[in-house]
């Protein structure tokens, strides 16, 4: 069964400082891609940012990148000069194997709260 | 192009009722996933439908059913509302999952808050 763990329930970080968010997982296929997706107070989950496994290349979407490193089967969001409006829950998120049948597997997701 | 829709915004019922919720995936999407965000609980997947038909379900009771329609909006109906039933239902759409080939991407609609009193 594929798993996706988060490990930073909440993270809080000054306006425009760098912050790192944590996600690993575990599954046996050998291509696939990873997800960030974030939730803010409105509710509506937006995806931040998506990542091919087989690229080595890191993906970059304005502030956001990750640092993917496929064997130790680690996936984290970093997001550069932080502004209000990040403030959301982040879930990091692996489709399911076998077709699609659960759509995606979330991790339980990370609280970020950018201070003033 | 309009995104995932979903109504109500909000519903209030009371246990035992039956609360039916509604889901217009994007264009050209056919499939629809629901999933329950209920608080603590992180996301949990309710049922996949494709193509009109449901593909899987989650480890759900049976009171929590759905159907796809044939312009592949589907509905959400929760039968004997417990208590625990209290949560945000988020719908999702995609390309078909069937045929595969694409990165499983899913587009969110912002959800349906029940309450259960």
């Known amino acids: 069964a594929q798993t996706v763990t988060q490990s930073q329930p909440e993270m809080s970080v000054q306006e425009a400082e760098t912050v790192t968010l944590s996600c690993t997982y575990d599954t046996s296929e050998n291509n696939y891609y990873l997800f960030w997706y974030k939730q803010p107070p409105s509710r509506q989950m937006i995806l931040v940012i998506r990542?091919?496994?087989?690229?080595?290349q890191n993906a970059t979407e304005n502030r956001f990148s990750v640092n993917f490193q496929k064997a130790a089967k680690s996936f984290s969001l970093k997001i550069s000069d932080s502004q209000l409006g990040d403030t959301a829950m982040y879930f990091c998120?692996?489709?399911?194997?076998?077709?699609?049948?659960?759509?995606?597997?979330f991790g339980k997701g990370t609280h970020l709260i950018i201070q003033p | 192009e309009a995104g995932v829709t979903q109504s109500p915004t909000h519903l209030i019922k009371t246990r035992g009722q039956q609360a039916t919720l509604r889901c217009s995936p994007i264009s050209g999407h056919t499939s629809v996933y629901w999933y329950q965000q209920a608080l603590g609980l992180g996301l949990q997947f309710l049922l996949w439908y494709d193509e009109g038909e449901e593909r899987n379900r989650g480890n759900f009771p049976p009171r929590f059913s759905g159907r796809q329609f044939p312009n592949y909006s589907s509905e959400l109906n929760v039968n004997a509302l417990e208590l625990e039933d209290s949560a945000l239902y988020l719908c999702?759409?995609?390309?078909?999952?069937?045929?595969?080939?694409?990165?499983?991407?899913?587009?969110f609609g912002e959800g349906s808050r029940l309450t259960v009193l």
């Open positions: 990542q091919e496994a087989y690229k080595q």
């Open positions: 998120a692996l489709p399911s194997s076998g077709g699609g049948a659960d759509g995606l597997t």
């Open positions: 999702a759409s995609s390309f078909s999952r069937l045929a595969g080939g694409h990165a499983g991407e899913l587009f």
